[in-house]
T-cell receptor, first 115, second 114 residues
Framework: AQTVTQSQPEMSVQEAETVTLSCTYDTSESDYYLFWYKQPPSRQMILVIRQEAYKQQNATENRFSVNFQKAAKSFSLKISDSQLGDAAMYFCAYRNNFGNEKLTFGTGTRLTIIP | GAGVSQSPRYKVAKRGQDVALRCDPISGHVSLFWYQQALGQGPEFLTYFQNEAQLDKSGLPSDRFFAERPEGSVSTLKIQRTQQEDSAVYLC????????????FGPGTRLTVL
């Protein structure tokens, strides 16, 4: 079974600064996806960024980028130029690229933006 | 277009009551997932539908939990004889097809069992 670990329950960053959220995972599969989801207080889970395991290039979406280290099974999220609207719970998630595409989530990191 | 909607947003039940939680997926989405999110935790998979077929129910915690999607669109998660440990947010997600497509989440239903 796959597992996802987020070792930082809480993080804080000054507005306009950069912060990195950590995630490690365990799987015996070679074909999978990794995701970062944002969950604000409204509870709506929003996809921030996704990474396909067979792609060596790290995914980027505007101010969000990942550092994907497949051999180390590490998948960190970097948020640049942090904004007040980035405050939320962030979840790392794993999904196989075959069969049941259920998501396996970590326990989350609460990100606080300091004005 | 409209996103995934869930109703009710909040539900309070007395222990032993039955509850039904509804999910309206995005129109045309084939796959539908239910997740349970306990306080301070990440969501955990409950069950998965492809159209009306329930292909995986391995995450349902007990036989008190039952899900259906009879016409391949709206889905209902039913919990019989609710217990305090059932208190959680229940999230529904849908995706266009079964392979390689993003899951879109609804706002969830917060269930509190007294």
């Amino acid at each position: 079974a796959q597992t996802v670990t987020q070792s930082q329950p809480e993080m804080s960053v000054q507005e306009a600064e950069t912060v990195t959220l950590s995630c490690t995972y365990d799987t015996s599969e070679s074909d999978y996806y990794l995701f970062w989801y944002k969950q604000p207080p409204s509870r709506q889970m929003i996809l921030v960024i996704r990474q396909e395991a067979y792609k060596q290039q790290n995914a980027t979406e505007n101010r969000f980028s990942v550092n994907f280290q497949k051999a180390a099974k590490s998948f960190s999220l970097k948020i640049s130029d942090s904004q007040l609207g980035d405050a939320a719970m962030y979840f790392c998630a794993y999904r196989n690229n075959f069969g049941n595409e259920k998501l396996t989530f970590g326990t989350g990191t609460r990100l606080t933006i300091i004005p | 277009g409209a996103g995934v909607s869930q109703s009710p947003r909040y539900k309070v039940a007395k222990r032993g009551q039955d509850v039904a939680l509804r999910c309206d997926p995005i129109s045309g989405h084939v796959s539908l997932f239910w997740y349970q999110q306990a306080l301070g935790q990440g969501p955990e998979f409950l069950t998965y539908f492809q159209n009306e077929a329930q292909l995986d129910k391995s995450g349902l915690p007990s036989d008190r939990f039952f899900a259906e999607r009879p016409e391949g669109s709206v889905s209902t998660l039913k919990i019989q004889r609710t217990q305090q440990e059932d208190s959680a947010v229940y999230l529904c997600a849908s995706s266009l097809a079964s392979q390689g497509h993003e899951q879109f989440f609804g706002p969830g239903t917060r269930l509190t069992v007294l």
